[in-house]
Every structure is written in C-alpha cells, then in structure tokens.
C-alpha cells in the first residue's frame, strides 16, 4: 500500500470514491482546484488502484498576542472502499493526514465522526474533548 498526497490526476478517482455524478465532475474538479491551499487530499493505493482517500482541512484561528499563526486541522471525508476496509488503510490514511499536520505546525487536529468511526479515531490518538461544542440551525 502506498498513501500519498493526491495530485490534479488523482481527481477523478476522488470523485468517484465520494459518489460525484459525471455531470457534476467538471464542478467538482473546479472546487478540489480552488482549494488546494485548505484542502489537502490523500489517497492509498494498492497495486496503482486508489482504494482510499482522506482529506485534511487546514484553517487558521484569529491571532493572538502569543501568536499570530494559530492555524488548525480537520480531518473530512475519510472513505475506504468495503472490499478493502479492516485493513489499516483508513489508519494509514489518518498517520499520513497527522504527520502533515506536525509538519505544518499545526495547532491540533479535529475530527467531525459518525457513530461508528468514534473507536478507530480513538484508537488513531484522538480523545473526547469537551470544550468543542455544536451548534446545528433548527427547520424555519
């Protein structure tokens, strides 16, 4: 397996690893180009084939008197396709996005996780935190 920061010709297998419709690909391929800069995708592969892909969404905090780089990360869109899950790809996925991270100099690293991923990111370093509070808008 190999996971690797995913180029311009890695757009294609992105899009199709999220479900992008091929008339919304030409969309798609716009925003993943716009983004470059806070979106950083990572792709795994075994035997050339793209089996998974995560992202890493890099934004920055106001400044502070400490500090006027207080940038952050968020992890999106980890997907491994099921015949390959169970595998170590979605954690190899992850230690890819982590190790940028410290490269960056990064602040920390968030995760927004569905029910059944918590474990594998509790297993991967993260923790429970409880000063990260959510606010979702109610139907009008």
Known sequence: MIVRRASAADVGALAELRGIDEGRLSAYTDWVASHRETHLPFIAEIDGDVVGAA???????????????RR???IQSVEVR???RNRG???????????EARARGLLHVTVHSGRRAV?????NGFSHH????LWEPTGS
Do not use: C, K, M
């Open 55 to 69: 992202w890493l969404h890099v934004a920055a905090r106001v400044p502070s008197n400490d500090s006027l780089d």
């Open 72 to 74: 952050y990360g968020d």
């Open 82 to 84: 099921e015949e390959y």
């Open 89 to 99: 790809i979605g954690g190899a996925l992850v230690t890819a996005i982590l190790t």
């Open 119 to 123: 474990d594998f990111y509790l297993r």
């Open 130 to 133: 409880r000063q990260i509070l």
